[in-house]
């Protein structure tokens, strides 16, 4: 059995294992550790670090000038994200690795030139497969919208149901996300789970602010393409890159009218197996 595994990197360039003319043998991919440290002979903490795989490729084209071309390819795409010191992507399945293509040795190069084997050193400091799943939501208008009493102890009663008014994650644990909040809003409010996630600031039409929970980072995109740092505006009381429970989320907001989208990272220390 083949497996089909891809690298993208950061501007898109592809690299497909699996089909002709590459295959990717048995590899290490799959594989993981958490390294533990120790306190009063107590396992204290785990942790992964930095992470290094390896990918066995063949490369077996139908000419001598393909297989030249396809030689010169893969140190190309990959280079490219070391140089800019921005990350590619390696996917199997619906999942992906942010990594580097930091190596390469060669066997078998000699035979002829339509034909050699190589083994490529992936590099990681994110050791978690990702699959992204992108949730779209905005309010209903006041004619179909429920009034509903808001469970979780907050100081108003909300009307416009969000949707169907929740937010399912079917990770097995909490969820890293990405959350899009889109213009025209002033001081965007969210409660997931009866957790706040808000903001104090305005966000103009086509404009829209993004929090995302493993950057750290809360930016407004405006109009122009400017990008804001908004990360000083968060609401301090309350963690604005609280995780997102798994199962079934209610969520709610005061804001009359709001848009949003949010996208869950399902992270695993293995691609899920299919």
Known sequence: ML??????????ETLDFGTFPM????????DFAWQITSKNDKIFTFQKGIVTKTMPIIIKCNSGEEGIEVRNRIFEVAEKD???Q???RLYI?????????????KTNYLIDKNYMQLSLTVQTDYPEWIKETKLPYSQLDDETA???DFPFGCSFDYANELLNGIIENTNFVASNFRLTIHGQISSPTLYISGHEYSVDVDVA?????????????????KINGEQVNCFNKR???????????????????????????ITLLDERSEPKWT
């Open 3 to 12: 497996e089909k595994i891809t690298y993208k990197n950061h501007i898109n």
């Open 23 to 30: 295959f990717v043998n048995a590899n290490d991919l799959h």
């Open 82 to 84: 070391v140089l800019a």
């Open 86 to 88: 921005q990350h590619g």
């Open 93 to 105: 399945g619906n999942y992906y690795l942010k990594c580097y293509i930091t190596g390469s040795t």
């Open 146 to 148: 429920a009034y509903l």
């Open 205 to 221: 039409d086509d404009e829209y602010l993004t929090i995302d929970s493993v950057a750290k980072t809360i930016v407004l995109t």
């Open 235 to 261: 609401n301090r009381d309350s963690y604005i890159f609280e995780k997102i429970p798994a199962g079934t989320n209610a969520f709610s907001s005061p804001n009359e009218s709001i848009y949003f989208d």
